[in-house]
């Protein structure tokens, strides 16, 4: 009996000691994503997953001569508690390195308290209110914020002649900081909002609401609603209820998404937008990202959450770099504050105050081009910040 | 039966084991857990206040025999209420749970006098509205609850002033066990007592109860208002321990997942509702994490199997397959519901 | 004035396709007291048959509809034949247990086969264009969705009084067994009431597609809503379901209208209070 125990003990340190050395050679750095994989907004998890895979195959497969493993988690929709369980479980069981993702606010502020006392930096590929970043020092963004797109939009509809404006937005974070945003600068350039609709986030019916635009009186409504069925009803409703025919200019940001803009049809042509990434962005690192996009997955989009995906793996990647592969937060966000690169949505950096992703914003009409719906490039606004953290 | 050992021969229908058990049993069983795997404690947590949800619902569909699909309000109400309270009043753990239990308490005894007087299907229904109609309230309350954002923003202080909510969730996990297995044993010895006894007769015939003068209303009353308590203590935990309430936790799914894990767990004898709880818990964290896509199909199988297969006849039949084994086997095969 | 048409016009396109789906669960549920919650994701299966037709099959929309409803009626029928019949006997519970169960796994093939995003209907030309009625302009599909709703009570109210299916059908619920008796052929009823049941709800599925858009948790998101109108309208009323659906649909729109930061506060409120005043429902059974 004792010669089973030793023998049983021998080979169990042996295994033990090929599994270190093996683990030591093999370093792995491990991510883990956090985003719906399933329910209403699973797109978002299908967007995360291509750009970021698809960003990690274009550096041949290794970041920094490390594997990378991503491990994805998922949060439903805006689940905050189940989203803090996750995270934990990723910190404390699956010990990853890093963390990315995030399509809710709600979700990201939940976290923010786990990742500042394990120090783990946490890349945002997607949510978009001001503050989420001021939660914890260690939370990067690579997507975008209402501000930041939706100032220099305001000020281009002012030059543009429209005075009077109705705000239309979803009733949550990210929606009430388009509100305010478009209202601070609207108001400064001189127009006037006449009214501001807050739509609940679970509306399906837009009917009444563009019913409401139309009788406000103003020449131009101001949008914003989270991507998936919102936008799509939403713009839906704006087209079938003639409110451009009745002179009600559209403006948005995200609406003419890329992965549900096909679906409008004609009827989309013209809507104008400002926002930081358009598929149809004429430069090499975006031909780049596309090619290696479709690669991956023929089926696969590119807009602006697999960008945000590609954008925040290329943060990563850097932060592996400056830490050589080992699990040093506050190194790899120093490392990351002070990163500057050629991005496919064009030239980008990140702000080392706030953390946040300075980027070019660009005013887009949708056009068709080759049989296709695009969101052309008119003009660019130039670098924009997050102006909703200046204040 | 025989007529000489009387004292023992009144336990029929609900068993009398002592009360203090089946607590101590979870206590037990949890602990370990605790100790064995330290790195799912935020798993066990979730486990813990799900079950004291469920059981709390137990008393209300499997005790009283009122079918709702609106104790998420009860739950949530709960939450909100001990967030709010470390938000804006003092983060101490203990007095935010008392308010979470008042919070559940009150609204159960506000709602239930007057969904109590509906029965069946109009009872169901309106306990849709109570809970759509509280969701709705705290939606359009953004500055006192956050809205859709959700409630953010408050730590909480360490419990009994000694032991800090840490990031491995060691305290979590303990301190929503030790709710648990003080809101089991207060179930216990209320479903026990004369009072639950009366409560299952209203269950199984109101107007006979009626009939013997127990003031029918009243005693529904009293087990809704004690179910609040619970549902209010669960939600508070939640809130506590992941330091965030949304929006989710006063949702319709939530109703309907509590309900599922009860009756696949088995409803009106407690531990049903706890193993409901745990096998839901860990069949949802499991099959998301193999493949969050397909774990629908799972869990609408087990439904449907449950309902074809009823756990209790399952059990049964294998109770008197391996009857050989125990004599006690053939006495719970003629236990009734 | 404005405000007011609008707000009845809107109610009225919503107020119909919880009608047209509600009338197939009233009839089930009122009619057969079976609670049969996988209702929902009968109407998702329509929507979705149509959605195939049009977009990948690229048929045209008249084709499309019917063959949709047809094949959801179908489904459900057989459906019922093999696995609902065995249901009608068990609790309440246990009704609902099962078809709960029935709906997470149509949610989670309906995920697997067509994936998560919202599914378009092509509408014809004559339906997706916007007339201009003076005060407004609207989409002819909410007109269309009021006609066929006027429709489907009309045909539904004098197939259940005037026709003798209709007889057959009052009969075998008052009681089965005297109409077996008298020769009704009761299973036969059953299956074809729960199946046009199920073809109603499909057809409700694509005409509301515009207004709940058609993903794979349809069926029990909406579910709520539809159980909401039979319960208000009284189960097994389809006038009740009718007047219930219209009024549920007036006060959501109103309340999206003038206060839509409350949500669907005013709905449930004047649910409860609906309710509260009629608990049998507005018009109890057998009022069709």
Known sequence: MTRLIRKAASLAAAASLAFTAFGAIAQTVKVGIIGPFSGPFAHYGTLFKNGAEAYIASQGGKLAGKDVELIYRDTGGPNPGQTKTLVQELIVKDKVDYLGGFVFTPNAFAVAPLIQQSQTPTVIFNAATSAITDKSEFFIRTSYTLWQVTVPLAQWAAKNHIKKVVTAVTDYGPGIDAETAWKSEFTKQGGTVVESIRMPISTADFAPFVQRIKASGAQAVYTFLPGGPPNLGFVKAYNENGLAKAGIQFLGTAETDEFDLQKFGDAALGLTTAFHYSAAHDAPANKKFIEALKKRDPNAVANYASVGAWDGMYVIHKMIEATDGKKDGLKAIAAARSLQWESPRGPVRIDPKTRHIVQNVYLRKVEKVGGLLVNKEVQSFGPQIDYGLDR | MTTSDAPTAICRAPRCAPPWRLPAIVLLIGVAAWWLMPEQLGLLTRIAFMALLVLSLD??????????????????IGAYAAGIFALRVHPDPTLGLLMGTAA??????????????????????????????????????????????????????????????????????????????????????????????????????????????????????????LAGALAGAAGAVSAQTSAIVGLDSLSFAVSAEALVMLILGGAGRLHGALIGAVVFTLLHHTASSINPYHWLFVVGAALMLVVLVPPRKAWDRLRARFAFLGGKASASARETA | MQLLANVLIDGLAYGMVLFIIAAGLSVTLGLMRFVNLSHGAFAMIGGYLAAMLTREAQWSFWLALPLAVVATGALGALLEALVLRHLYRRSELDQVLFTIGLTFFLIAATNALAGPQVQLIVLPPFLAQSVDLGFRTLPVQRLFVIGVGLLVAVVAAFAVTRTRFGVWLRAAVDHAETAATLGVPVRTVQCACFAIGAALAGLGGVLGAELMPLEPYYALKYLVLVLVVVAVGGMGSLLGSLVAGITLGIVETASKYLASEWGSLFFFLAMAVLLAWRPQGLLRRGAA
Not at chain 2, 61 to 75: K, N, R
């Open chain 2, 59 to 76: 008393l209300v569909v499997g005790v009283a025999g009122l079918a709702t699909l609106g104790h998420t309000a009860l739950f949530g």
């Open chain 2, 104 to 225: 559940g308490a009150v609204l159960a005894a506000a709602s239930g006098a007057f969904l109590l007087r509906y029965s069946g299907f109009t009872f169901l229904m309106l306990t849709i509205a109570v809970a759509q109609i509280t969701a709705s309230l705290a939606q359009k309350a953004r500055d006192w609850t956050g809205g859709d954002d959700g409630l953010s923003g408050f730590t909480m202080a360490p419990l009994f002033g000694r032991f800090a909510f840490d990031m491995e969730g060691r305290t979590a996990a303990l301190y929503a066990l030790g709710v648990l297995v003080v809101g089991l044993y207060v179930a216990r010895r209320v479903v026990d007592s004369p009072f639950g006894l009366a409560v299952r007769g209203i269950h199984e015939n109101r107007a006979r109860m009626a009939a013997l003068g127990t003031p029918v209303i009243a005693r529904l009353l009293a087990m809704y208002t």
